[in-house]
């Protein structure tokens, strides 16, 4: 027994001795191996000895990819914060932060047509044939007129030729007309508009007026007007018939108008189309040459006796320049 445990001891120690220098390896590669992983530089070195191949396959596997190297600046720039961002980037920056705050800091200064004052506009007479203004002119404002049109068709260079006579023979006579630029008969006052009222007041003025039944009138005789100033004198043609329509329609007129605050048409207005017209108070001359024109007039429609006789499909709403159409119903 004791000579049996001493064997046993003795091989023990000798595995011992063995094993702590090759942990168990047995063969002399086995051992080389184990030193290589112990030592990793010593493995490079030995592979940059041992050829360009293995010195290429550990470049392979020590240098970063191409696309980590591409990914890397990119990734870097966006973690930055901006103050570590590089000089050029910093300045765009910085160039564009002050020249924001010195715009919203500075002033552009107005046109000098702003700077300038207005003028008054001052009416000359002279470019509007002598007439007056009956009320002042104020920027904002519309002169508005609401009227039947009548359109004279084929009567009218015959109509023209009749004007003619009448203003011949008031200037045998030392007084001067002027013809009227179109033919037409007033349903309204001259209104001041401001240009918001233009629009609302049309519209209702045409709910108003969209279900009158169309109608025909009939001129005859002259007759004198003149405004409530007493700057114009008119020559004008009478309404003989059609004057109850014209007067239920300015009695839905001066209703609409009423909603607006705008002035009523005249009381004791005559319907009549103005055909000639004088600067001033010239009534008492008219008066007194009123039996000449008369007698003009009547051999004019003596032999045009169709033309005093006008179809009313339409009125007519003027504001400015621009002239709004308000249909008639068709007769039933």
């Not at 009416?123 to 404002?141: A, I, K, L, W």
């Not at 003619?164 to 007033?186: E, K, M």
């Not at 000639?276 to 003009?296: F, I, K, S, Y």
Request: aromatic share 6%; glycine share 6%.
């Amino acid at each position: 027994m004791a000579t049996g445990g001493k064997g046993a001891l003795s091989l023990l120690q000798n595995y011992s001795s063995d094993s702590e220098g090759d942990s168990g390896y047995t063969s002399e590669d086995d051992k080389k191996r184990k030193q290589e992983f112990r030592n990793p530089h010593e493995r490079k070195r030995k592979k940059r000895r041992g050829g360009g191949e293995e010195e290429e396959e550990d470049m392979m596997v020590d240098t970063p990819s191409a696309s980590s190297r591409q990914s890397t600046p990119h990734n870097t720039l966006s973690s930055t914060p901006p103050q570590h961002l590089p000089h050029s980037t910093t300045a765009t920056t910085t160039t564009h932060i002050t020249s924001s705050s010195s715009r919203q800091g500075s002033t552009i200064p107005l046109p000098d047509e702003l700077l300038q004052e207005r003028e008054d506009h001052v009416d000359d007479p002279r470019q509007h044939q002598g007439r007056v203004r009956s009320f002042p002119h104020e920027r904002g404002n519309w002169a508005s007129l609401l009227y039947v049109p009548l359109h004279l068709g084929v009567y009218g260079a015959s109509f023209t030729s009749l004007l003619s006579s009448l203003v011949s023979t008031c200037r045998d006579n030392q007084l001067t007309l002027t013809p009227s630029a179109d033919l037409h008969i007033s349903l309204s006052q001259t209104l001041v508009l401001h240009l918001h009222l233009i629009h609302p007041l049309t519209q209702d003025l045409r709910a108003r007026l969209g279900g009158v039944t169309r109608f025909s009138l009939w001129l005859h005789g002259l007759g004198i007007y003149i405004n409530e100033e007493r700057t114009r004198t008119f020559l004008g043609l009478r309404v003989c018939h059609g004057r109850e329509e014209l007067h239920d329609i300015t009695a839905e007129v001066d209703k609409c108008l009423a909603e607006y605050r705008l002035p009523p048409f005249y009381k004791d207005g005559s319907y009549h189309a103005s055909i000639a017209w004088c600067v001033g108070d010239a009534t008492e001359d008219l008066r007194r040459l009123l039996p000449q024109l008369e007698n003009v007039c009547s051999q004019y429609f003596s032999i045009e006796s169709d033309m005093r006789t006008f179809d009313i499909p339409t009125l007519s709403f003027k504001t400015g320049n621009r002239t709004h159409s308000i249909p008639l119903a068709p007769s039933k």
